[in-house]
């Protein structure tokens, strides 16, 4: 299980920290999970797809401390987002042209 803390893959501009190379997949792929399962208004949509088999769509929620799990259902790695709130990717309060 991945148990990663979103603040670790950002710069001091808030933008992803890792320019290339296995880190950059991975936070694109976490970003991308957040952005997915914190916009409540989303329409019934399939997650981002998996970094490691690429090949399915993983399935996202969020438990009641606020953490966004993972899973994807080809693959079996699961993982955890803790500390997004904030981020360019939660959407949680709604896109700026709301
Ligand atoms: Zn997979």
Same mark, same amino acid.
């Given at each position: 299980m991945y148990v990663i803390d979103a603040r670790h893959f950002l710069n001091d501009k808030g933008d992803i920290g890792p320019v290339r190379g296995p880190a950059r997949? =991975?936070?694109?792929? %976490? +970003?991308?999970?957040?952005?997915? #399962? &914190?916009?409540f208004d989303r329409p019934e949509s399939p997650g981002p797809v998996c970094f490691k088999c690429r090949k399915s769509p993983v *399935? +996202?929620?969020?438990? #009641?401390a606020? +953490?966004? %799990?993972? =899973?994807?259902?080809?693959?079996a790695i *699961? @993982? &955890?987002? &803790?500390?997004?709130? @904030? +981020?360019?990717w939660d959407l949680s309060h709604g896109s700026p042209s709301d």
């Open positions: 997949k =991975l936070a694109e792929f %976490v +970003t991308a999970v957040v952005a997915h #399962e &914190s916009n *399935d +996202t929620a969020m438990t #009641e606020q +953490t966004i %799990v993972w =899973l994807c259902p080809r693959c *699961d @993982g &955890s987002v &803790s500390n997004w709130e @904030g +981020t360019f």
